[in-house]
Nanobody, 127 residues
């Protein structure tokens, strides 16, 4: 599976960005049976769970610190997953990674749970 993340950039505090993660490859048709998630990693910090979505059923989970500001969604085929980020803060500055947990149905906040990773897209929020 190849994951291509995009949509990052520079935004002022209070602004919004929408990240996209397009999946392709051998399991493209089976992504509905997987879990996709976004993580982020700021300089000098550990990788942090942001949000996840079940391919089957569409259940979502957003980390507590981002609830109410971030929303995860996917297209009907779960080939592309989106992360809508509103009311951005300088502390949201990080590289954002999308990931896939193959043939899994539960959303985990642990990065070790996920099998495939995109290259990351940088989000910078200025104060």
């Amino acid at each position: 599976v190849q994951l291509q993340a995009s949509g990052g950039g520079l935004v002022q505090a209070g602004g919004s960005l929408r990240l996209s993660c397009a999946a392709s490859g051998r399991t493209l048709s089976a992504l509905s049976g997987n879990v996709m998630a976004w993580f982020r990693q700021a300089p000098g910090k550990e990788r942090e769970f942001v949000a996840g979505i079940q391919g089957s059923g569409g259940r979502t989970y957003v980390a507590d610190s981002m609830k109410g500001r971030f929303t995860i969604s996917g297209d009907s085929a779960m080939n592309t997953v989106f992360l809508q980020m509103n009311s951005l803060k300088p502390e949201d500055t990080a590289v954002y990674y999308c990931s896939v947990a193959e043939s899994k149905s539960l959303i985990s906040t642990s990065w070790q749970y996920y099998d495939f990773w995109g290259q990351g897209t940088l989000v910078t929020v200025s104060s």
